[in-house]
């Protein structure tokens, strides 16, 4: 009997570090926002930009990202994302205005959906699939340890250093992580190889399409949803939007096969990962404010508050992974997204203004399992529900959904916490909260319904290591 392959760690490690340091970014800037103000001024509006810039570019360009790495390599591909993150990091940190600092994020979001989805692709690729369960649960815990430690980080360097250290803080990660991937990745492409055309007029359109979508939804936390503004962009996004998939249905090398939406596990595995970000995300942005502006305490206590429920997917996620591989992600996902739903409609009935931490300790890691038991099998079952040789468009497909999921949930329920509380007042905040959180909760109870058309058991352990999943070129069945 042959020995199993050999297990590739090093690269699982690279690549979960890429995310660990994309992921950091996404929530360590948030606790430092009164001190960016102090040392730079602005307006409240210009300080919400320092999040915004980095949260759009990254939306927006991750399909993008995913295409160019299956035309000219995706380790290259890799590298110059994790390049451009870790020096517009270096000018982030440098920046003397508030300008600057923003055009400097939105270069760090640009770098991030470039390294992001290239990340899932290059473990799909170096990962026999019947070890994949493993590797994904590796790549979630590194990964989701950014989003545990993103708040208390950012609340100790602001305490402790400086802000510009939440920045100067990937420099030495990303220098120390470029030399050791590019000798230890290989280098793989998408179906064609180097000679794969690449779809320039789907790059525009759904570049302008997303950009268009996403600047909508974050100009609606100001402007309100009414305004000739975010009406215009919406309906602009979605025009061009439409005209993509209009492209990708006729032209003969679509950056994103359309086919893949035929298959009922793909499209329910991304709907589940639209709500969940919606919901949690969007959750998860109010009340991480929530310990500074109701109850006073400073941005490294408000961090280290957060831990019970961002922490868990560090030690549950790579548990997932494995199950997931034993048992199928339907199971882990429809009880991960069930845990978040009760926990947030949870924490929106025990919290106040004078709430003990301590009654909020029980639903944060019931939140914080739940975020678990989906981050690791959701990316498997992406993976599980595409031919191999579209992972990259796959991927990236994902993470734009997912992404785009994450800026409705923080602007819709941001409307409505503005239509019943403010930042005013500690009171008038808690109000708001408490208005938003069981909507978000209602989203994660319909992702849980989703969830029961995702991907179930998985292929039989001989079938996997001869084909290693679907076949090239398979069409994209939809077996339980």
Do not use: C
Not at 428 to 449: E, I, K, S, Y
């Amino acid at each position: 009997m042959p020995a199993p392959p050999a297990f590739p760690l090093r690269t699982v490690v690279i690549v979960a570090l890429a995310v660990f340091m994309t992921a950091l970014d996404n929530l360590v800037v948030g606790v430092a926002l009164p001190s960016i103000q102090r040392d730079l001024g602005g307006s409240l509006e210009s300080l919400e930009w320092t999040v915004n810039a980095y949260t759009l570019a990254f939306a927006v360009f991750l399909l993008t990202g995913a295409a160019l790495g299956d035309r000219f390599g995706r380790r290259r591909m890799f590298l110059l994302g994790l390049g451009i993150f870790t020096g517009a990091s270096a000018v982030a940190a440098l920046a003397p205005s508030i300008e600057l600092l923003v055009a400097a994020r939105a270069i760090q979001g640009i770098g991030a959906a470039i390294v992001t989805p290239l990340t899932l692709t290059i473990l799909a690729d170096a990962v026999p699939a019947q070890r994949r369960g493993l590797a994904i649960g590796l790549w979630g815990g590194i990964g989701g340890l950014g989003v545990a430690v993103g708040p208390a980080v950012g609340g100790a360097v602001v305490e402790g250093l400086h802000w510009s250290w939440i920045f100067w803080l990937n420099v030495p990660i990303g220098l120390a992580l470029l030399p050791i991937a590019r000798r230890e990745l290989r280098e793989s492409f998408g179906p064609g190889g180097a000679s794969t055309p690449l779809d320039r007029p789907g790059l525009l359109l759904v570049t302008g399409g997303l950009f268009g979508l996403t600047f909508g939804v974050i100009r609606s936390q100001v402007l309100g949803w009414g305004s000739t503004t975010v009406v215009a962009s919406l309906a602009v996004g979605v025009l061009l939007l439409g005209a993509f998939l209009a492209w990708e249905r006729r032209t003969p090398a679509p950056m994103l096969p359309l086919g893949l939406f035929r298959s009922v596990r793909f499209s329910a595995t991304n709907g589940l990962s639209f709500a969940m970000f919606f919901g949690m995300f969007g959750s998860i942005f109010l009340l991480s404010q929530f310990f500074q502006i109701a109850q006073g305490y400073g941005p490294l206590e408000a961090g280290l508050r957060t831990l019970p429920w961002t922490g868990m997917p560090v030690l549950i996620a790579p548990i997932a992974g494995i199950l997931s591989d034993r048992i199928g992600a339907r199971p882990l996902l429809v009880t991960g997204m069930a845990l978040q739903a009760v926990a947030l409609f949870w924490i929106s009935q025990v919290s106040s203004l004078t709430v003990p931490y301590g009654e909020l300790v029980p639903p944060f890691v019931l939140a914080g399992v739940g975020m678990a038991l989906v981050f690791a099998p959701v990316a498997g079952a992406v993976l599980a529900s595409a031919p191999p040789e579209l992972a990259g468009k796959a991927s990236g497909a994902t993470n734009a959904i997912r992404e785009t999921g994450g800026v409705f949930g923080v602007a819709v329920l941001a409307t409505i916490f503005a239509s019943h509380g403010s930042h005013a007042t500690p009171q008038g905040f808690t109000d708001g909260l408490l208005a938003a959180l069981p909507v978000g909760a209602a989203v994660l109870a319909v992702g849980a319904v989703i969830g029961l058309l995702a991907p179930g058991r998985p292929a039989p352990a001989a079938a996997v290591a001869e084909g290693g999943g679907a076949p090239a070129g398979a069409p994209l069945a939809d077996p339980a």
